[in-house]
């Protein structure tokens, strides 16, 4: 059976965050039902070295010309704020879940504090041990992201138990049809 592809006109780059998402993660599982989905792979997952998650990130962007779809978690949203604000060009939008605190990675400064080049959405937890719902609030505001309160779920990672995770999914679908109706910058 031939699977069709979810949004053809961009590419949607997932981007895990430290020690990668495993097999149970709601990243791996849209991956594996969407196999067209392009995963970054870092050199080290066990490293929090924005430049060298960024560098990455810029690298599997420029194999494909069609605009770029982020859907990053934890670290990995850190290192999807760094490309998109050093590289705005060919970017779609952004779905960015559970940001870790860029404060905690000592990376608060090198991070842009203004609104993004694209639609975003930042989801957030209540409870979230990576970064307290408050501080999720306010990079969302600085971002300029649609914000989203998941309520209490942990890191929304495996962990949270929520499988193919819908609400995300409902979350992805939202940003496209945002990110289909903006014009992108291509400069």
Wanted: proline content about 7%.
């Amino acid at each position: 059976m031939m699977v069709q592809e979810l949004y053809p006109q961009f590419q949607v780059i997932l981007v895990p965050g430290l020690h990668n998402s495993s097999s149970d993660h709601w990243q791996s599982l849209w991956h594996a039902s969407h196999p067209e989905f392009v995963r970054v792979e870092q050199d080290d997952w066990g490293s929090a070295d924005l430049p060298a998650w960024t560098a990455r990130l810029d690298q599997v962007r420029a194999r494909d010309a069609r605009p770029a779809l982020f859907v990053a978690h934890s670290f990995g949203c850190l290192a999807t704020v760094a490309s998109i604000h050093a590289h705005p060009h060919g970017v779609a939008g952004a779905l960015l879940v559970a940001p870790a605190d860029p404060h905690k990675f000592a990376v608060e400064a090198v991070l842009p504090h203004g609104v993004l080049a694209a639609p975003s959405t930042l989801i957030s937890s209540r409870d979230d041990p990576w970064m307290q719902a408050g501080v999720a609030a306010l990079w969302a505001r600085r971002w300029g992201c649609h914000w989203i309160d998941a309520g209490a779920v942990g890191h929304i990672n495996a962990a949270s138990q929520l499988g193919d995770w819908p609400a995300g999914r409902a979350a992805l679908q939202e940003l496209y049809e945002r990110a289909h109706l903006q014009p992108l910058t291509m400069v």
